[in-house]
């Protein structure tokens, strides 16, 4: 359909003139949504559940303070100075079941008063959120990736250390110990950390205790595990085979030197694709008491010139190849393994989407538990986001060799911009409560259709 010039141009000369009352406008119109999924997971008494052991704030409990926290990260603001942007919200007051937000001392003052229980019943609380969305999902095999992720802090906190940081060095540091479930990119539980640590400290226990769980929840299932190289030792591969887990991990080359002098003599490989090429044993490291499959894998790729460039001449590209052994012990074949194994990168997009969309390389406060207590607000805000998706949409992928995510999500920044920061207004004509946004098309579908499907699921 063609238009005119003279309907589609306009020439505007006139600026509007400030003005300032209260309407009841909000910018977060898409919270509605979102507040209706916490009702269906009971969310806000379960979270002053994770608090009934201590007393009671007279005003702000526990339980509103960290719904507070998950809004903030879900809202899209980072320091909590900028509570003060949206402290007037009137669908965020409805949220949180307040009339007025506390101020930032007030929640500091109060997470203050929380102890390591608090973060354990936190902990636990995040595992059952999840735990009964894979029982609805009713999946087969659950794969669960484990590594750690640095986020650092220019001033002191405590509990934080100065470790190995590429990035910021000499920072003091945070160093937690993640689990993540490949099928949905949420994190199951976590394991916070001093950032001096090696990152398979207290890895044994925090791995079992995750494995142990997950089975005891969901008997039957098929649980499959992937680590890289800094979890490689005979106590974790040990209680891996003791508990009939399906793992694969990668093994350093500096901790067995025999590895080397078989990649050295080995003459005839397998090739797997364009690029790859393997072979692979059945071998026994002299201080283990049994044998493990090994596969060596060779990666064709380009070599880094450091010479000087001469854009005048052609410079020709040169190409070497790259290596790496992994263990295993899943029977199937070594190029589905090599993809299963290659598969355990998706882990690193579900870290930089919490550290970019959900502030959690954020660290707020000087005091170690707030700052656990933060740091599992954002990982619960990332995780409901994605029980945002699952719950409105229905899954629409299959299980691959790669164990990808098997719905295609979107992250928490493009969920922001689409969904939640939508203007409205709050009114009430004939006494009934509304929530008014502008007449798109798209919008008011989305909204429709998203509002009905988790009004059916409650």
Known sequence: MKHSAQTVLRTYRCMPTLAFEHQRLT?????????????NLQLLPRLEACFEHLRRS???????????LIVHVLAG????????????????????????LPNVSTISRILSTADEQCVLNLRRL????????????????????????????KRHAE??????????????????????????????????????????????????????????ALPGVIVEVRMDAAFFGKDIVSMLIDRSIQFSISVPFERLV???????????????????????????????????????????????????????????????????????NKTTSAAQVIDFHNGRGSQEN??????????MEYIPFNRLIPNQAYLLSAVLAHNLNREFQMATSDKQRNTTFKRIQLWPFQRIGTIRRNIINRAARLTEPAGALTLTVSADQKIAQLFTETSTTLTKAA
């Not at 001093?194 to 769980?213: M, Q, T, W």
């Not at 579900?350 to 502030?359: P, Q, R």
Request: charged share 25%.
């Open 58 to 68: 007279s005003i702000f409990t526990y339980g509103r303070i960290v719904l507070l």
């Open 258 to 328: 025999e590895l080397k002098r078989k990649i050295e003599t080995r003459l005839r490989w397998t090739t797997s694709n364009v690029d790859t090429a393997f072979f692979e044993q059945t071998w026994k490291p002299k201080s283990w008491d049994h044998a493990c499959r090994f596969l060596f894998v060779r990666t064709r790729q380009e070599v880094q010139s450091k010479e000087p460039i001469q854009l005048d001449l052609f410079i020709p590209q040169e190409f070497g190849y790259a290596h790496k052994v992994i263990l295993t």
């Open 350 to 359: 579900v870290f930089a989407e919490l550290k970019t969309d959900a502030n």
């Open 159 to 216: 509990g934080s250390a100065v470790g190995y940081n590429k990035k910021h060095k000499g920072w003091r540091s945070y160093y937690p110990l993640f689990c993540t479930i490949a099928q949905t990119g949420q994190v199951f539980d976590l394991l916070h950390r001093p950032g001096n640590v090696h990152d398979s400290r207290d890895a044994l226990a925090f791995i079992a205790s995750c494995i142990d769980e997950l089975r005891l």
């Open 27 to 39: 910018s977060f119109a898409g919270m509605i949504l979102f507040w209706q999924l916490f009702k």
């Open 77 to 100: 603001y980072r320091r909590l100075r900028d509570i003060r942007f949206y402290k007037h919200d009137p669908l965020i007051k409805r949220v949180l079941g307040l009339g007025m």
């Open 126 to 153: 995040c595992r059952q959120l999840l735990l009964h969305r894979l029982r609805v999902c009713a999946l087969a095999r659950i794969t669960l990736d484990f590594d750690g992720s640095v986020f650092s802090t």
